[in-house]
């Protein structure tokens, strides 16, 4: 075992970024300190999501190591204690659907179990997909991407993964759920991953995405670790602009990263425009470095058939008060004018 762990560390030094990742994203991430949404017990207690609504969760794992320098320093068991951390945050939450980021197969460097199958257990969400992005080389496995866990059945699972790097490999995982809370209408949820060290990167990564989910019928639900704030240069943005995704624009400016002093937004939830978030909590848990972003989406109310009915009442201010412009008969095939002059709008009374 010591060798295998040896062998790790020493083949993220050699990658140039999975041992000293960590390290360089931190001090990339400096920057001023703002509020939190919630401060209160570790992990928060949420009531359980009303009838009509899915709640999601999203959350960069970390690959289990809490806040640990580097999973490969870490034992197994350590490894496995901070999952049942994690799984305990879950449960607390009392999540629908979590998108998962930074989340290991049996890999060398984080205890050589499967985390995807011992999270689903303990946190007790049955149903799990996880795609794998990055890889280890030589005599060192590595397995490790994006996931998600649901209570409801997945369905048409896909896992991409995004160019390859010498950083570190990225990708996104997609699944298709059918919500009660939704009478079973289809819904597609997504966990992604984006580069940590350059823009241009997750630029294309974000495309890759989008033009992904131009294949796929939606509603969706996008959540994951964009490593970018909301104003950030051809990032979440504009990618919710291009795609007609949407997120709570109350909490845009409140952190997730670093899970001990926040100081940046890198974690997001967003929805498709037959969806809306109702309520969005960001919980302030240290199990990883990033902190659990939890939302409650529930499906926009169609106008109801009397919103969308545009004839003119009795007694309307409008009848007989518009302009003679030569349009014979209105949309129900009724003459104009019915009385000394045309109505204002569509339909003639």
């Known amino acids: 075992m010591v060798g295998v762990k ?42 359980t999501a009303a009838d009509d609504s899915l709640r999601v969760m999203s959350l960069n794992v970390a690959h289990s190591r809490g806040l640990a320098f580097h999973q490969a320093l870490l ?28 989340f290991d197969g049996v890999s060398d460097w984080s205890g050589r179990f499967d985390h995807a199958s011992t999270l689903s257990t303990a946190a007790g969400l049955q149903q799990f997909f996880r795609g794998s992005h990055g890889k280890g080389w030589g005599p060192v496995h590595l397995d490790y991407g994006t996931g998600l866990l649901s209570r409801e059945t997945m369905r048409h699972e896909t896992s991409q993964r995004f ?21 079973h209408i289809a ?9 940590f060290a350059s823009g241009s ?56 990263f670093p899970a001990d002093g926040p100081r ?19 919980l302030n848990v240290q199990v990883s470095d990033h902190m659990p972003v939890v939302a409650d989406i529930a499906l926009r109310v169609p106008p109801s058939p009397a919103a ?13 008060h518009g302009v003679d412009v030569g349009i014979p008969k209105d949309y129900d095939g009724t003459s104009i004018p019915q009385g000394d002059a045309p109505d204002i709008g569509a339909y003639e009374q």
């Open 6 to 47: 040896i062998a790790g560390i020493c083949f993220g030094v050699l990658g140039l970024g999975w041992a000293i990742g960590p390290l360089v994203q931190s001090l990339a991430n400096a920057g001023p300190v703002a509020a939190i949404v919630d401060a209160h017990a570790t992990p928060p207690v949420l009531d």
């Open 187 to 195: 819904v597609d949820v997504v966990s992604v991953h984006l580069d």
């Open 264 to 282: 940046h937004r890198l974690d997001w939830i967003l929805v498709s425009p037959q969806l809306e978030i109702r309520s969005l909590w960001i």
């Open 75 to 102: 034992a197994s068991d350590a490894i496995r204690g901070n999952l049942d951390g994690i799984a305990g945050v879950i449960e607390a939450a009392r999540p629908d659907v979590v998108g998962l980021q930074e």
């Open 308 to 320: 969308l009915d545009f004839h003119l009442q009795p007694g309307s201010d409008g009848i007989n």
């Open 163 to 183: 160019e390859t790097s010498f950083r570190d490999n990225k990708g996104f995982v997609v699944a298709t759920i059918e919500p009660k809370v939704f009478d």
């Open 201 to 256: 990167a997750r630029a294309r990564q974000l495309r890759m995405l989008e033009k992904a989910l131009a294949t796929r019928e939606g509603p969706f639900v996008v959540m994951g670790d964009f490593n970018c704030e909301w104003g950030a240069a051809d990032c979440v943005r504009d990618f919710a602009q291009r795609t007609g995704l949407s997120t709570d624009q109350a909490t845009l400016d409140v952190p997730t």
